[in-house]
């Protein structure tokens, strides 16, 4: 079967870190660029972070610029986002999708997409 899985979302507190991840099954990740989006109650998905298929460049969305890194692992058929420092403001679901070229700018660019994890940023 042909998807791509996030895990590791949760509750956290702010100032807190998560990491999350995004499996792919039945594909291999290693040709394409991967991005993660995210989306809050009542707000338009968003554009997070986004990683080209060769690893050579990363792009970020300013608000999370400096707290948030990209990484993939193309043996582990996985790509990975580690959040620091996070804000209530972050909490929303997240999904990871494909995309020809990396954008975090044109979400509607993305074509296929998982089923995304729940982040929770409250004390």
């Known amino acids: 079967q042909v998807q791509l899985v996030e895990s590791g979302g949760g509750l956290v507190q702010p100032g807190g870190s998560l990491r999350l991840s995004c499996a792919a099954s039945?594909?291999?990740?290693?040709?394409?660029?991967i991005g993660w989006i995210r989306q809050a109650p009542g707000k338009e998905r968003e554009g997070v972070s986004c990683?080209?298929?060769?690893?050579?460049?990363?792009y970020y969305a300013d608000s999370v610029k400096g707290r948030f890194t990209i990484s993939r692992d193309n043996a582990k058929n996985t790509v990975y986002l580690e959040m620091n420092s996070l804000k209530p403001e972050d909490t929303a679901v997240y999904y990871c999708?494909?995309?020809?070229?990396?954008?975090?700018?044109?979400?509607?660019?993305?074509?296929?997409w998982g089923q995304g994890t729940q982040v929770t940023v409250s004390s």
């Open positions: 990683i080209s298929s060769n690893n050579s460049t990363t």
């Open positions: 039945g594909f291999t990740l290693g040709g394409y660029a």
């Open positions: 999708a494909t995309v020809m070229l990396c954008t975090v700018a044109r979400v509607g660019l993305y074509d296929f």
